[in-house]
């Protein structure tokens, strides 16, 4: 069973959705007791770092998503706001972040070349892989997904990078260690990359 963590900022309606195509078990939860039950957890977000922080404190939810992505080792994939959460800090806000994943996250910043460049990065955009993952099995190099976003996580170690995009600059799109996955990108509003990189992650052993 997979537990979309409800913390108030994301679109957990959308990645349900997503994952009753293929035919995968979710709730959407904010009670520690049911996320303990969890063989694994999507955290998801859209807003504010610090709003997002401080929801997850409020709620509790700190304790236990420690507990099962650290110490129990449950597969965990943070989705845009969601993989922000996962590391240590941002330029977006001043609170510390969970710390699974060694890294901050910046804001886009362009040199004078490249200016005329958006944020927020909106749209589809293509992907290049940087080593193998899991959550990658069987996938086309032919890679496309939907992003929206004004901020992007720099690893600490570039071990961590799975996938990365251009936009002015490449930056990372898709990370893992160990059990803890992120993406920058929506695989829920992705069509059928989305759907294979959450079959990828239901899969997981």
């Given amino acids: 069973m997979i537990t979309i963590i409800d913390y108030g900022m994301g679109n957990h ?3 349900a959705n997503m994952l009753k195509k293929i035919k995968v ?5 904010s009670d520690p ?3 303990e039950k969890a063989s694994k957890l999507i955290l998801p977000g859209v807003g ?7 929801n997850i404190k409020e709620k509790g939810l700190i304790p236990v998503l420690t507990r099962m992505i650290i110490e129990q ?9 969601g993989m922000h959460l996962l590391a240590e800090k941002s330029e977006e806000g001043e609170l510390p972040g969970l710390g699974f994943i060694n890294g901050k996250v910046v804001r886009f910043q362009f040199n004078t070349d490249n200016k005329s460049l958006k944020i927020p990065h909106m749209g589809w955009n293509s992907v290049s892989v940087q080593r193998k993952s ?8 032919d890679l496309r997904f939907y992003f929206v976003h004004s901020y992007h996580l720099v690893c600490q170690d570039n071990e ?11 930056f990372t799109s898709a990370i893992q260690k160990e059990n803890t996955f ?14 294979k990189i959450l079959e990828n992650f239901n899969n997981l052993n």
């Fill in 25 to 29: 078990k979710t709730i959407i939860s």
């Fill in 73 to 81: 080792n449950t597969p965990v994939l943070g989705i845009c706001l």
């Fill in 160 to 170: 961590n990078e799975i996938l990365t995009t251009h936009h002015g600059y490449n």
């Fill in 182 to 195: 992120g993406v920058q990108f929506h695989p829920e509003k992705s069509h059928k990359y989305g759907m």
């Fill in 134 to 141: 899991p959550l990658l099995h069987d996938v086309n190099e």
């Fill in 33 to 35: 007791k049911e996320i």
């Fill in 48 to 54: 504010s770092f610090d709003t997002g922080m401080r």
């Fill in 13 to 15: 309606g959308s990645i």
